[in-house]
């Protein structure tokens, strides 16, 4: 005989937003990703930066704003002058970001605003090198829309441990890319099963529709 159905179990990833609970996090849109002299090594990736991601990023950050959503930054920094402190995969991989650097800043269209939050990492999945779990939960938030680059690498790292960590998870299509739009349809398809999939422009008429409806 079989007991009652459990209350945690929930019918579907989309619910609705309440804005003091939900965080929009911009994952190292900084100008070392950015930098102009890569662009021969991956056409793609900075033709949908500039022509998509970054403008819809613009977009996402105001609505954010215009409701009082924490807005989060991720940048990849060393927190070390030698760079000791990075992850083994970053020294494998020839990260290098110097403490301070110009590379190290969030690029000029995305400013972050005075009293927002830039958060250091040196590993892709920013909960593995840094303490946003912690500032998350003293916020209050348990919901996280994610965005930026790599779609395959820092997004993809990031959703699935949050989702882990007991998040609930939105990845903003068309707000994040990687090397080839190839693999970023490859890498939305595989982690499709840990979050909930929006686009910029669903995701706002959410946020327009759930905040008002809650005020």
Known sequence: MTGPRQRDIYQSRIMPL????????VIDVQNWV????????RPEFYEDA???VIPNLQRLVAAARSH???????????YTEDGRDRSLDYKLSNFFIAKGSRDAKVIDELAPGRDEMVVRK??????????????ARNIGIDTIAVTGFL????VD????????RGFHMICVSDACATDTRVRHAAALNAFKGYCRTETTESL????????????
Do not use: P
């Not at 790292?157 to 882990?164: E, F, K, L, Q, Y």
């Not at 706002?204 to 005020?215: G, H, S, T, W, Y």
């Open 50 to 52: 500039r022509r998509t």
């Open 122 to 135: 040196t590993s892709s999945s920013l909960f593995n090198s840094t303490n946003f779990d912690y500032l």
């Open 18 to 25: 309440i804005a003091h609970r939900t965080a929009l996090l």
């Open 68 to 78: 009082r959503v924490e807005v989060v930054y991720t940048v990849i920094e060393n």
């Open 151 to 154: 779609t395959d690498q820092c």
């Open 204 to 215: 706002i008429a959410a946020i327009n529709r759930d905040f008002v409806a809650a005020q």
């Open 34 to 41: 950015m930098d102009e002299d890569k662009r021969q090594k």
């Open 157 to 164: 790292h990031t959703i699935r441990d949050g989702a882990d």
